[in-house]
């Protein structure tokens, strides 16, 4: 059974930082990928960063980019993020997700002349985070 376990989120003030973990079980890094993404209520859920554990390539959302750090221990078969200068923006409930994959991970692909989010098939429970201004 495929797991995953997200631990972390908080309240954090405008420019702090927190770190994300994500625990996994029931599948192999050697060809999955995973991926955090971000929802607020009412708003469609965003891609915020993807790895993939054999080369630990990554991805990220324009909107963190230079900002957070996604890693992955493969011993422990977890990954983090790292989410420094925290703005209000911010603000969610953070998911991690995992999908089997193989040459890179992936958040959005071109759906004719739409971007669309990538389906991830395993979801963990989500972690808040919460930046005050």
């Known amino acids: 059974e495929v797991q995953l376990v997200e631990s972390g989120g908080g309240l954090v003030q405008a420019g702090g930082s927190l770190r994300l973990s994500c625990a996994a079980s029931?599948?192999?890094?050697?060809?999955?990928?995973l991926a955090w993404f971000r929802q607020v209520p009412g708003k469609e859920r965003e891609g915020v960063s993807c790895i993939s554990p054999d080369d630990g390539s990554t991805l990220y959302s324009d909107s963190v980019k230079g900002r957070f750090t996604m890693s992955s221990d493969n011993r422990k078969n977890t990954v983090h993020l790292q989410m420094n200068s925290l703005k209000p923006e911010d603000t969610a409930v953070y998911y991690c997700?995992?999908?089997?994959?193989?040459?890179?991970?992936?958040?959005?692909?071109?759906?004719?002349?739409?971007?669309?989010?990538?389906?991830?098939?395993?979801w963990g429970q989500g972690t808040q985070v919460t930046v005050s201004s």
């Open positions: 029931g599948f192999s890094f050697d060809d999955h990928v």
């Open positions: 997700a995992a999908e089997r994959l193989v040459g890179g991970c992936v958040l959005y692909y071109r759906d004719g002349s739409h971007t669309r989010l990538y389906e991830y098939g395993y």
